[in-house]
């Protein structure tokens, strides 16, 4: 495929992490990207037969998710919302599927729960 006029920094990015997955190195990919490279990266993974799944991330971008075929398929049960509103366990699951140190998502999801206790609490307060 030929990238001579599309070749910014954000898609070096882009085809990195494909070549990272083609490699092994990663099961799946979560990359968000501008909106206007959307297509070139459907074509890309399309051709490499590399399952994906974009989601909108914002006004001018979205959130590609690609990787493994069962991996994708789990992606598409447990993000049905923008990633900011996942509950603390779906966030969990999610940081554990794309490899991320799992000492730090437990960190992470005790910090999520703390801070949804005290909004539990403050809520509670404000109802009564």
Known sequence: MKTANINPVELKVFLNHVYEFKKGVRQMVLYTMNKKYEDFAIRRLNSQGIAYLIQ?????????????????????????????????????????????????????????????????????????
């Open 56 to 128: 909108p991330a914002g006004r001018n971008s979205v959130n590609l998710f690609f990787g493994k075929s069962e991996c994708i398929e789990v992606i598409k049960h447990l993000v049905n919302c923008p990633l900011y509103e996942l509950s603390p366990e779906k966030d969990f699951i999610l940081g554990a599927m794309l490899g991320y140190n799992i000492c730090d998502q437990c960190k992470r999801y005790c910090n999520q729960m703390e801070k949804a206790t005290v909004k539990q609490k403050v809520d509670n307060t404000i109802a009564s």
